[in-house]
T-cell receptor, first 116, second 115 residues
Framework: ETGVTQTPRHLVMGMTNKKSLKCEQHLGHNAMYWYKQSAKKPLELMFVYNFKEQTENNSVPSRFSPECPNSSHLFLHLHTLQPEDSALYLC???????????????FGSGTQLSVL | QKEVEQNSGPLSVPEGAIASLNCTYSDRGSQSFFWYRQYSGKSPELIMFIYSNGDKEDGRFTAQLNKASQYVSLLIRDSQPSDSATYLCAVNVAYSGGGADGLTFGKGTHLIIQP
């Protein structure tokens, strides 16, 4: 248990569905992240929030919409996804988003997403 | 374009031997280097980090960094079957403004320790 909880663990959705992924961290961290992990590809950073403010958006399609209501909670809203979006979506947190500390990431267990 | 390269493996090592995992990176401005371990079906967990040239030891793990060659490695001594996992190399660049754009990960090396 890393102190970062993600739900659901598995999700199957059609291309017209709307769903949300939830992440909660109990570590008192100020930065939260969404990563995408696809087979045979490196972990891809999607979004970063530091003190509830979005600081990074790595050219992610608008069908992925993040929300960070407070430093402990992070959501990823999904809408009209494509089959190629099927992947493991990992939430992570760190103390904050500075060079000295942002690399020590604590990951949640991930949501395995399948888009049909 | 920042790149981090790792041999995907699988790398097969007999139990009790030294496992050597290698990683190269493209950005000479890289400042900090990390190794994450990911068991099958689980999330990555940080096991080592190194900032300065040379070796850093923590238990059975040693991280080695050579910035001139843009090379970082992880040695696992007395390898155990429980060390079987995918090992992810990650690199970060610290920009002068004090910000950072997050880690760049390699694809990972799949390590198998044979009993």
């Amino acid at each position: 248990e890393t102190g970062v909880t993600q739900t659901p663990r598995h999700l199957v959705m059609g291309m017209t569905n709307k769903k949300s992924l939830k992440c909660e961290q109990h570590l008192g961290h100020n930065a939260m992240y969404w990563y995408k992990q696809s087979a045979k590809k490196p972990l891809e950073l999607m979004f970063v929030y530091n003190f509830k403010e979005q600081t990074e958006n790595n050219s992610v399609p608008s069908r992925f919409s993040p929300e960070c209501p407070n430093s402990s909670h992070l959501f990823l809203h999904l809408h009209t996804l494509q089959p190629e979006d099927s992947a493991l979506y990992l939430c992570a947190s760190s103390q904050d988003f500075t060079p000295a500390t942002n690399e020590k990431l604590f990951f949640g267990s991930g949501t395995q997403l399948s888009v049909l | 374009q920042k790149e981090v390269e790792q041999n995907s493996g699988p790398l097969s090592v007999p139990e009790g031997a030294i496992a050597s995992l290698n990683c190269t990176y493209s950005d000479r401005g890289s400042q900090s280097f990390f190794w994450y371990r990911q068991y099958s079906g689980k999330s990555p967990e940080l096991i080592m980090f190194i900032y300065s040239n040379g070796d850093k030891e923590d238990g059975r793990f040693t991280a080695q960094l050579n910035k001139a060659s843009q090379y970082v490695s992880l040695l696992i001594r007395d390898s155990q079957p429980s060390d079987s996992a995918t090992y992810l190399c990650a690199v970060n660049v610290a920009y002068s403004g004090g910000g950072a754009d997050g880690l760049t990960f390699g694809k990972g090396t799949h390590l198998i320790i044979q009993p």
